[in-house]
């Protein structure tokens, strides 16, 4: 389990050009950056078959002051918000922890980087290390990426 969420304002599912952002590549490189994160032993920390980033655009929102000090700023009304929000199991260190949100922080930087120079928007990265009082996992995919025996 380290599943990343994303919660996001519908406005931007536009195209780029109108001020949107590519949520199936920010998906697929949020994915590979915690693919990419090492462990102290430099071991890889999250399984293959294992990470999931999931992206939700929020039925209904409300930014802010709804675009009044956007529109003062020149910057225009419409705000945009994410969220996004990496569970993992209980037992990994301090350092893991550090270097998952800063692998994570480091992409969403370089995806939003053209968003947050143009436009009001707010990031929100977090990562949560949670307890689990029930945990049931029903996968084909595992298999895929276990060593095989020669």
């Known amino acids: 389990m380290p599943h990343l969420v994303i919660l996001y304002t519908p406005n931007l599912d536009k195209p780029a050009a109108e001020g949107g952002v590519d949520m199936t590549g920010l998906c697929r490189?949020?994915?590979?950056?915690?693919?990419?994160?090492?462990?102290?032993?430099?071991?890889?920390?999250?399984p293959t078959g294992g990470t999931r980033v999931l992206a939700y655009p929020a039925a209904h929102s409300a930014v802010s002051d709804?675009?009044?000090?956007?529109?003062?700023?020149?910057?225009?009304?419409d705000y945009a918000f994410v969220y996004m929000n990496v569970r993992m199991a209980k037992g990994r260190s301090a350092v893991v922890h550090q270097r998952v949100g800063e692998a994570l922080n480091a992409c969403v930087k370089e995806r939003f980087a053209e968003q947050l120079a143009k436009r009001p928007i707010g990031i929100t990265v977090q990562v949560d290390e949670g307890?689990?009082?029930?945990?049931?996992?029903?996968?084909?995919?595992?298999?895929?990426?276990?060593?095989r025996k020669a």
């Open 29 to 46: 490189a949020l994915c590979d950056a915690m693919l990419a994160v090492r462990d102290e032993q430099d071991r890889q920390v999250f």
């Open 66 to 77: 709804g675009g009044a000090a956007g529109i003062a700023a020149g910057l225009g009304a």
């Open 131 to 147: 307890h689990e009082v029930f945990d049931a996992k029903n996968s084909s995919l595992h298999p895929l990426f276990a060593p």
